[in-house]
């Protein structure tokens, strides 16, 4: 990604044409809605491009990201009658597992309840 070639000094860039921390918020805030929307799309194309960029958001801001990915995917994981979002989530967990795991301030356990992740999360 450019933003980490950036940020490491690996690529050369113009200061005025640097990433910015806002530039890089805007960036994930622009697109979060669209691809919450496009993860449970019924054409697999879009689903699976929805899914690679839900990643990238989510390395590049996982504070804004998966909050709302798993406010979107638990409902859809308890709820069996529309398969394709069942799969959607399992895949969406899939890409954001390493996140997940890398992310620290996330709550290691959810007290047996996946609401108590977003009662947490506000508190913070």
Same mark, same amino acid.
């Given at each position: ?10 690529? $050369?860039?113009? %200061?005025?044409?640097?990433?910015? $921390? ?10 979060? +809605? @669209? *691809?919450?929307?496009? *993860? =449970? %799309?019924?054409?697999?194309? #879009?689903?699976?491009?929805?899914? /690679?960029?839900?990643?990238?958001? #989510? ?5 804004? *990201? ?15 009658? $529309?398969?394709?979002?069942?799969? /959607?989530?399992?895949? %969406? ?5 390493? @996140? ?8 290691? /356990? =959810? +007290? ?6 977003? #009662?947490? =999360?506000?508190?913070?």
């Amino acid at each position: 990604m450019r933003w980490n070639r950036e940020q490491s000094g690996e690529m $050369e860039v113009p %200061a005025e044409r640097r990433l910015s $921390e806002p530039l890089k918020r805007r960036f994930v805030l622009c697109l979060r +809605d @669209v *691809i919450f929307m496009g *993860i =449970y %799309a019924k054409s697999s194309t #879009a689903m699976t491009f929805s899914l /690679s960029t839900l990643q990238g958001l #989510a390395y590049l801001e996982p504070h804004l *990201i998966l909050p709302g990915a798993l406010q979107r995917i638990y409902p859809a994981l308890q709820g069996l009658v $529309e398969v394709h979002r069942t799969t /959607s989530s399992l895949r %969406a967990m899939q890409v954001l597992s390493r @996140v997940i795991t890398r992310t620290k301030g996330l709550p290691l /356990s =959810y +007290d047996n309840s996946p609401w108590s992740f977003f #009662a947490w =999360y506000r508190c913070q």
